[in-house]
Nanobody, 123 residues
Framework: QVQLVESGGGLVQAGGSLRLSCAASGRGFSSYHISWFRQAPGKEREFVVLISGNTYYADSVKGRFTSSRDNAKNTVHLQMNSLTSEDTAVYYC???????????????????WGQGTQVTVSS
């Protein structure tokens, strides 16, 4: 089992930056794909980035967000630059077992979730 804890959210002005972190505990961290999702009020949970052997970004964040993963520290980071009000959401990290079926862009295919961290971008 994997436990995930996000941190780093907050309030930032449009055009600013934030760095989110997701710390994992439990066994087998390297056996999981880790992704970031976000959910804005009244909207469905939206895929942001997959952090695995390869990295895959949603078009809405490509060129602005950068992710990294440190398997030795069981941590992933999400550097978010050039933020806009459209990025306002609760951000979640999630773990999907490597080799498990289902698209990595679909929230329902993930096994474990963090509690989320709020990101608010003021315009």
């Amino acid at each position: 089992q994997v436990q995930l804890v996000e941190s780093g959210g907050g309030l930032v002005q449009a055009g600013g930056s934030l760095r989110l972190s997701c710390a994992a505990s439990g066994r087998g961290f390297s056996s999981y794909h880790i992704s970031w999702f976000r959910q804005a009020p009244g909207k469905e949970r939206e895929f942001v980035v997959l952090i695995s052997g390869n990295t895959y970004y949603a078009d809405s964040v490509k060129g602005r967000f950068t992710s990294s993963r440190d398997n030795a520290k069981n941590t992933v980071h999400l550097q978010m630059n050039s933020l806009t009000s459209e990025d306002t959401a609760v951000y979640y990290c999630a773990a999907k077992r490597v080799g498990a079926p289902g698209a990595f862009t679909t929230a329902g295919n993930y096994d474990y979730w963090g509690q989320g961290t709020q990101v608010t971008v003021s315009s």
